[in-house]
């Protein structure tokens, strides 16, 4: 049987190709994961002792007043301590924003917990200097020397930028200031940790509420955090590992029906020859193992070199990329994983070929008999799991229970699958009839449908990759509708300059729209009014300004003053809780005082909105206080801040940009979508395969009847214009079903997932994107069946003929 084994893997090697493939792109889907997750894994988790490098103890913070505390008494003892924390502020220079919000960490005056890398430059040395981040520095533009503004109002400090460092993206920072300007930043100061260089009985005197451990524990426990949010990550990219393989398992499945029944007469000839069915199982399944090995070890070989590529190529934009590097782990679980595959998927089609009783003749599979016994149990069993599946899938919405949600749609799934050898052909039909007449049109149906069982595989690979892909393309262009709504909410103005201290030029409205990326402005009059110590603007509104999205009214009722919550935040504790409870507040403007009734609201910056008549009450002298844009939908949202940040910091106002964050969670989407696609496109590439595949091996397997065909008067351009419809037909049939099941399952998984935070979740097609899938998968079927067409054209009628 060796020779038989030997023999048979020479003769069928390039039979074997298109399963080596789909093989080969699963592992090396495997390795390239485990390459990448290692790679981050490694450069995330690199550094994170640094800044606890010079102390043996880190205290974790049990209430705010301990931070204080601890970095007092460090001063009063001598010993080192650093805050491990950050403020959010905003940044500029020159008047000029260049950070709408940037975290701002400690950066120590002791040479012993001075832990960035210096990059340039020195370390502070005096409380009115700073460090900054060289890759944050990439798209703020700060430089050494550069003096700038951080934080807003009362709280802003001016610093010098004496250094370039580079930090650990684990705690890194855009600037470093040291503790004394940063304590200044309370109301965006966070703090968890401080490392300690004192003992641990004084730590636990001055801050009793807090938690001491060792340094090196510390680390640890912050590695195996960093750790677990990239084995998330990776579990993420192992479900698409695992659909790219299940799509494996079909196609290698088919290829091995397919080839097992182009070889019934030579295991029927062995086993004439005294070949027992148990030797014979043996060497076709040793046939898989070392297809499946071979194929297995080329998929390690692509996945390490592109593994290496896209680690380099990740690293051009994410510096804290660590090395990429080789894991055994990951390497041998791939490894197995691909052999195990191989052998999973020729289990069936080995038992299936290895029943062949000696001198039984060559005859390809009819498929599903319905009235056999085998055919009414695979209708039975699909009618249990499409009635069962869509019932799950009901409950599912109606109780928004993602489990039984997910547990539905693999039934209904399944069940469509075991229902393929009926509706696929059926389908097909009809897709040729739609055709249109013609001989050409009848003989690639006929040979479509031929095998049942076989057509229905061919299309269930492709049938997996266009459902999913469109239940993912539906599904977030839902979630997109839905935050854009939220967006509108939360941001009705795309940018807002406020006046801070004087009121704003007459003319800067019209400076204000020459600006490239804006649609329109609008320019509202208002007062400046004291609640208690805090000044806050007043600007007037009459009615809903062109310039806000979404369906928010902005038309404050007399005697009602919209606050807005950063505001609210910044009143001393007794004004805020009458806000908040009585919501009423005084406001006292050129020695009036009135009190007005409070809405809280936020989304068009510092100013508080009253009415018109309400404004005229307070003040009939009111001045150009906010001017309100609207950007042009696609505006770089960059550089349309970056402009307004010019003539906001040269009118000494402040400005809001609500489009910069549109712009940013849009970005999160797209970027989302396309690595979505990305991955499920794996599958649908191994699924063409599989159709490539299969149109090849039935050319071998009708090479004869084909031949026949061209001696009866079949031209060449026929025959090609027949295999290419019957690849058309195929990869037509199974888009079209994953396109509906996908739009299902969309709906199903937006009623679920979306209702549960937002009422009344509507389904949103992204018609472009589901139809360009439906086009690309349908002319990929057509594209995979251009080979097997010129090599069956290329037979000569006589050649053909002769062979066997």
């Given at each position: 049987m060796r020779g038989v084994l030997l023999a048979s893997l020479r003769h069928h090697t390039r039979r074997y190709v298109a399963a080596a493939l789909a093989?080969?792109?699963?592992?090396?889907?495997?390795?390239?994961?485990g390459m990448l997750t290692g790679a981050t894994r490694a450069g995330l988790t690199a550094d994170v002792g640094a800044p606890v490098a010079a102390v043996d103890h880190v205290v974790t913070i049990g209430a705010p007043r301990d931070v204080g505390r601890l970095v007092d008494a460090a001063a009063e003892d001598g010993v080192p301590a650093l805050t491990l924390g950050y403020a959010m502020e905003p940044v500029s220079r020159d008047g000029v924003q260049l950070a709408a919000s940037a975290d701002i960490a400690e950066a120590s005056l002791d040479p012993a917990m001075q832990w960035q890398q210096l990059e340039d430059g020195r370390f502070p040395t005096a409380a009115g200097e700073a460090l900054?981040?060289?890759?944050?520095?990439?798209?703020?533009?700060?430089?050494?020397?550069?003096?700038?503004?951080?934080?807003?109002?009362?709280?802003?400090?001016?610093?010098?930028?004496v250094g370039m460092v580079d930090s650990p993206a684990a705690f890194g920072a855009s600037l470093y200031v040291p503790w004394e300007v940063l304590e200044g930043f309370r109301d965006t100061l966070w703090i968890e940790s401080l490392a300690w260089g004192g003992s641990e009985e004084l730590a636990r005197e001055v801050a009793p509420d807090a938690s001491v451990e060792a340094a090196d524990d510390w680390v640890a426990a912050r590695q195996a955090e960093i750790s677990q949010g990239v084995d998330v990550l990776a579990v993420m990219a192992l479900l698409f590992v695992a659909i790219a393989l299940f799509?494996?398992?079909?196609?290698?499945?088919?290829?091995?029906?397919?080839?097992?029944?182009?070889?019934?007469?030579?295991?029927a000839l062995l086993r004439c020859v005294g070949v027992t069915r148990r030797q014979l199982r043996r060497a076709v399944r040793l046939e898989a193992l070392a297809l499946g090995v071979v194929a297995s070890v080329l998929g390690l070989v692509l996945g390490t070199v592109l593994g290496y590529g896209l680690v380099a190529l990740v690293a051009q934009w994410f510096a804290d990329m660590g090395p990429a590097a080789i894991d055994p782990l990951w390497t041998g679980a791939a490894l197995t994983v691909g052999v195990l595959v191989t052998l999973v998927a020729a289990w069936l089609p080995t038992r299936s070929a290895t029943?062949?009783?000696?001198?039984?003749?060559?005859?390809?599979?009819?498929?599903?008999?319905?009235?056999?016994?085998?055919?009414?149990?695979?209708?039975?069993?699909?009618?249990?799991?499409?009635?069962?599946?869509?019932?799950?899938l009901a409950f599912s919405v109606a109780t928004e229970a993602l489990p039984v949600m997910l547990v539905g749609g693999t039934a209904t799934f399944v069940g469509v699958l075991l229902l393929g050898p009926l509706l696929v052909p059926a389908l097909i039909r009809l897709g040729g009839r739609l055709l249109g007449a013609g001989p050409v049109r009848r003989l690639a149906t006929g040979n479509a449908v031929r095998n049942p069982r076989r057509t229905a595989t061919t299309a269930a690979s492709l049938l997996v990759g266009v459902t999913l892909t469109t239940a993912v393309l539906t599904g977030l262009a839902s979630s997109r509708t839905e935050l854009d709504r939220e967006m509108d909410l939360?941001?009705?103005?795309?940018?807002?300059?406020?006046?801070?201290?004087?009121?704003?030029?007459?003319?800067?409205?019209?400076?204000?729209?020459?600006?490239?990326?804006?649609?329109?402005?609008?320019?509202?009059?208002?007062?400046?009014a004291l609640i208690g110590e805090v000044e806050v603007p007043l600007a007037g509104v009459s009615a809903r300004p062109g310039v806000v999205r979404g369906p928010n009214d902005f038309a404050p009722r007399d005697g009602v003053v919209w606050l807005p919550y950063s505001v609210i935040d910044e009143l001393p504790a007794g004004r805020a809780d009458r806000v908040w409870e009585d919501r009423e507040v005084t406001v006292t403007v050129a020695g009036r005082e009135r009190t007005l009734q409070?809405?809280?609201?936020?989304?068009?910056?510092?100013?508080?909105?009253?009415?018109?008549?309400?404004?005229?009450?307070?003040?009939?002298?009111?001045?150009?206080?906010?001017?309100?844009?609207?950007?042009?939908?696609?505006?770089?949202?960059?550089?349309?801040?970056?402009?307004?940040?010019?003539?906001?910091g040269a009118s000494g106002a402040g400005l809001e940009s609500g489009y910069s964050q549109r712009a940013w969670v849009d970005l999160q989407v797209d970027i989302l979508t396309g690595s979505v696609v990305g991955l499920l496109a794996i599958a649908i590439v191994i699924a063409l395969v599989g159709i490539a595949n299969t149109l090849g091996l039935s050319v071998l397997e009708r090479t004869r009847e084909n031949a026949l065909l061209r001696a009866m008067g079949l031209t060449r351009t026929q025959l090609r214009r027949a295999l290419a419809t019957e690849g058309l037909l195929l990869s037509a049939v199974a888009t079209v079903m994953g396109t509906a099941l996908g739009l299902a399952f969309a709906w199903v998984g937006v009623q679920v997932l979306l209702g549960t935070v937002v009422d009344d979740a509507d389904l949103t097609v992204p018609v472009l994107q589901v139809a360009g899938v439906a086009v690309v998968a349908a002319l990929a079927g057509l594209a995979a069946c251009v080979v097997p067409a010129r090599r069956a054209a290329r037979v000569t009628p006589a050649a053909g003929l002769a062979l066997d």
């Open positions: 093989v080969a792109i699963g592992v090396a889907f495997v390795v390239v994961t900054a981040d060289v890759n944050a520095a990439k798209s703020t533009g700060v430089a050494i020397g550069d003096v700038v503004r951080v934080g807003a109002g009362e709280a802003a400090v001016d610093v010098e930028v799509v494996a398992v079909m196609v290698i499945a088919n290829t091995f029906a397919i080839l097992f029944a182009q070889r019934l007469r030579d295991f029943r062949v009783a000696p001198l039984a003749a060559l005859r390809p599979d009819t498929g599903v008999d319905v009235r056999s016994a085998a055919g009414r149990w695979r209708l039975a069993a699909a009618g249990v799991l499409l009635v069962g599946g869509c019932l799950a939360s941001h009705p103005i795309d940018a807002t300059i406020t006046a801070a201290d004087d009121p704003l030029e007459a003319d800067l409205a019209d400076r204000v729209a020459g600006v490239e990326g804006v649609a329109d402005v609008a320019t509202l009059d208002g007062t400046t409070v809405k809280p609201a936020t989304g068009w910056g510092r100013a508080g909105l009253v009415s018109t008549s309400t404004l005229a009450a307070l003040d009939a002298d009111p001045q150009p206080t906010a001017v309100w844009v609207r950007a042009v939908d696609g505006a770089d949202a960059e550089d349309l801040q970056g402009d307004l940040a010019a003539l906001a």
